[in-house]
């Protein structure tokens, strides 16, 4: 199962900062917190992904608190090619096996 | 460069039948897994392959699914007997194997149809 919870769906609007939240209470110190999402039709895409500092890279922001018991994915100027599922995703094994165990997500829909 | 490949794009096949979904990976990649993706579902892992090392194989929901990489890079994900239960995308990704960073780059899948 999954150890991370999202809300099922978001709405934003264009050029405006989305921004995505996520619990993962059960985190074990040494797993990572990895954000994909997923274009209609495509295979998923990495977005970033982090350990316990903020994160940013080209493409978004990531927020964790401090207990990292929860995180944020930010998209600082959503446009509508954004519109996705968005995936929230703890490591689990480690070395013997990288599999990532994909949730529900949250569809992000982005408004003209 | 190129990314990681998959054919077909589409499979239509009949209750029954045995298929074969080939994934091509990102050269270099020393990684490979297996996922599928029901209609309206998220991914649900199959099978990951590293390098020579056995390969984890608790995501096959039954003894008619079997992979296998040959030469440490293309693999093939085989399904037996067919059912209708099966049909879903069937998605396969790479990755390097650098500690605990673990970018898969994924492929556009293929669109299994049972009928």
């Known amino acids: 199962d999954a150890k991370t919870t999202q809300p099922p769906s978001m709405d934003c609007a264009e050029g405006r900062a989305a921004n995505l939240p996520c619990n993962h209470s059960t985190i074990s110190g040494n797993e990572y917190v990895y954000w994909y999402r997923q274009i209609h039709s495509q295979g998923p895409q990495y977005i970033i992904h982090?350990?316990?500092n903020n994160e940013t890279n080209e493409m978004a922001s990531l927020i964790i608190t401090e207990d990292r018991k929860s995180s944020t994915l930010i998209l600082p100027h959503a446009t509508l090619r954004d519109t996705a599922v968005y995936y929230c995703?703890?490591?689990?094994?480690?070395?013997?096996?990288?599999?990532?165990?994909f949730g529900t997500g949250t569809l992000l829909a982005v408004q003209p | 460069g190129a990314g990681v490949s998959q054919s077909p794009s589409n499979k239509v096949t009949e209750k029954g039948k045995d298929v074969e979904l080939r994934c091509d990976p990102i050269?270099?990649?020393?990684?490979l897994y297996w996922y599928r993706q029901s209609l309206g579902q998220g991914l649900e892992f199959l099978i990951y392959f590293q390098g020579n090392s056995a390969p984890d194989k608790s995501g096959l929901p039954s003894d008619r699914f079997s992979a296998e990489r040959t030469g440490g890079s293309v693999s093939t994900l085989t399904i037996q007997r067919t059912q209708q239960e099966d049909s879903a995308v069937y998605l396969c990704?790479?990755?390097?194997?650098?500690?605990?960073?673990?970018?898969?780059?994924f492929g556009p899948g293929t669109r299994l149809t049972v009928l």
């Open positions: 990704a790479s990755s390097h194997q650098r500690g605990p960073y673990n970018e898969q780059f």
């Open positions: 982090g350990l316990k």
């Open positions: 050269s270099g990649h020393t990684a």
């Open positions: 995703i703890v490591r689990v094994g480690g070395g013997a096996t990288n599999k990532l165990i």
